[in-house]
Structure formats: C-alpha cells, structure tokens
C-alpha cells in the first residue's frame, strides 16, 4: 500500500540521467543498434543489460520513459516483501518496519526510472532463495 501511494505522490519527481539509457533502447528497439546518437560509437549508459530490457518494451510498443518508472515501483514493493520474508522468521516487527522503510525512504524513490530498484529486488529476492535453501536443509 505505501509503494502504491508513494508511486503516485512522486509520479512527476524525475532525473535526466535514466534519459540516456532510454535513448539507448529506442534506439537498439529501431534498428540503429547499441549507441546514443546514430552513427556514433559510444558508449555513455551507465546501465547496459537494463538498456537491453527497456529495448524489448520499446520493440513490443510501450515507451521505455513509461515502462521504467512501474518496474521500478513494482521492484520496490518487490524488495520491501523480500527484506520482511527475509526476517520475519526472527521478530516479524523488525521485518515489517524493515521492509517498510525500504519502500518509504526518499533516497529509494529519487532512483525511480534508474536500474537500482530492480537491482536491489533482484539481489534480495536472491538472499530470500538462499535463505529458503537453508531452511529447507536445516528441517
């Protein structure tokens, strides 16, 4: 619920630098391959892998600038129920407000449209798995 309000109360707070890697994918999404400006070979974006799956949105239609932003809020509310399965073995309090000042800090919503929110999902969905395999073996 807080990720869903949050998403909405910042829908407008954006940085330029998410901009370059948004041109990277419509520009690969077009035909005019891996660059910036066409017929230039440079190589400016700070998130490669995440240019490559913002092209694939592009190719099927839904604008880079669009798509970005919801899997950035969804990766957030993604982490936030990864940091509270992640200790709510231990003291399910402590893992609630874990997770939800991982959705509610500001610095975390200023990344909104960067490759950080999917990249911290991604890192502590995989902590849940390992954490998951351990138990398992444990019991």
Known sequence: ???LLLSIVQRGVRFDD??????????????????????EATLITTAPLYA????VFEWLGVAAHVVSPI??????????WALWELGRRRNATAAFMAGWFFVAA????L????ETPLFLAVSLLCCCMRCGVNAARIR
């Not at 901009?19 to 017929?39: C, D, E, Q």
């Not at 490559?52 to 092209?55: I, K, R, S, W």
């Not at 500001?106 to 919503?109: A, K, T």
């Not at 990344?111 to 960067?114: D, K, L, P």
Request: net charge positive; aromatic share 18%.
């Open 52 to 55: 490559l799956l913002l092209a």
């Open 71 to 80: 899997i950035g809020e969804a990766a957030l509310a993604v982490g936030g």
């Open 111 to 114: 990344t909104i449209g960067f």
């Open 1 to 3: 619920m807080t990720a």
């Open 18 to 39: 998410p901009f370059i890697t948004y041109r990277y994918a419509v520009n690969l999404a077009a035909g005019r391959g891996f660059v910036f400006n066409f017929g």
């Open 106 to 109: 500001p610095l975390m919503w």
